[in-house]
């Protein structure tokens, strides 16, 4: 853990250094105090943008844990808690979220964005689902709807964002709702 500390703020320093972010005899002072002496004037292995990409990689890593673990807590917590509204908006809010930020991301082409979407997706149709039961408790094809609705959502979405997870998906969906509905008539 020291090491990995030390490395981050040597590939720092580099980086300040290549970038001319501080005067050069300071970096060198720097490096040398930091390498413990073994730094002569000569460029380090590491490379000066590994401190950014470390960076990077350490908030990307909370992100990574985080969304999908809420998405599953907000989607377990909108069947067990009765109050409809006590959970529905911060669900929403957190589906809205998770996907404005699954576009940005898709944007910057970072593997974040998948995790995001499917996390909104997912809260979606748990919200949807619960919605269907909460105002149409005894109607079927209410909830029918919801979920073709849904399957329709990720059906179009995979194939206008080329998202091969959210055609099968929605494919998968549609086959399970038929087969469904072919057994219970």
Sequence with gaps: MA????QIIINEIAFWKQNK????H????LMTLYTEGEYQGKEMIGDAK???KAQEKRKGRWVFILVPVLAILFFALLFTIE???LISIPAGLL???SIAAAFYYAKKKELLAPILYISGALILFGL???LSLAYFPENNTALYSVLIGNCLFWLLSGMTMKLIYFTISGILGFLAIIIYM???M
């Excluded at 090491?3 to 030390?6: A, D, F, G, L, S």
């Excluded at 972010?21 to 050069?24: C, I, Q, R, S, V």
């Design 182 to 184: 072919g057994i219970n």
């Design 21 to 24: 972010l501080l005067p050069e």
């Design 50 to 52: 590994q401190s950014v």
């Design 26 to 29: 300071y970096c060198d002072f």
């Design 3 to 6: 090491n990995q500390r030390k």
């Design 128 to 130: 949807s689902v619960k």
């Design 95 to 97: 589906a809205a979220a």
């Design 83 to 85: 109050t409809i509204w």
